[in-house]
């Protein structure tokens, strides 16, 4: 995470990417950024209690 990670923000998936717009790391400041993450599928659960 950056510095000052976002405390509002928007998230769209683009391409199988979350694109994190620019929020507010404090009221009313909006840093020119985006943060990009690639979603990582694990298909192992493990063990599962019921």
């Known amino acids: 995470m950056p510095e000052n990670p976002p405390v509002t ?3 769209v998936n683009r391409g199988g990417h979350l694109v994190l717009t620019s929020g507010e790391v404090r009221p009313a400041v909006r840093p020119p950024r985006m943060l990009v993450a690639e979603p990582q ?3 192992s659960f493990g063990s599962v209690s019921l």
């Open 41 to 43: 599928l694990n298909a």
């Open 9 to 11: 923000v928007n998230v």
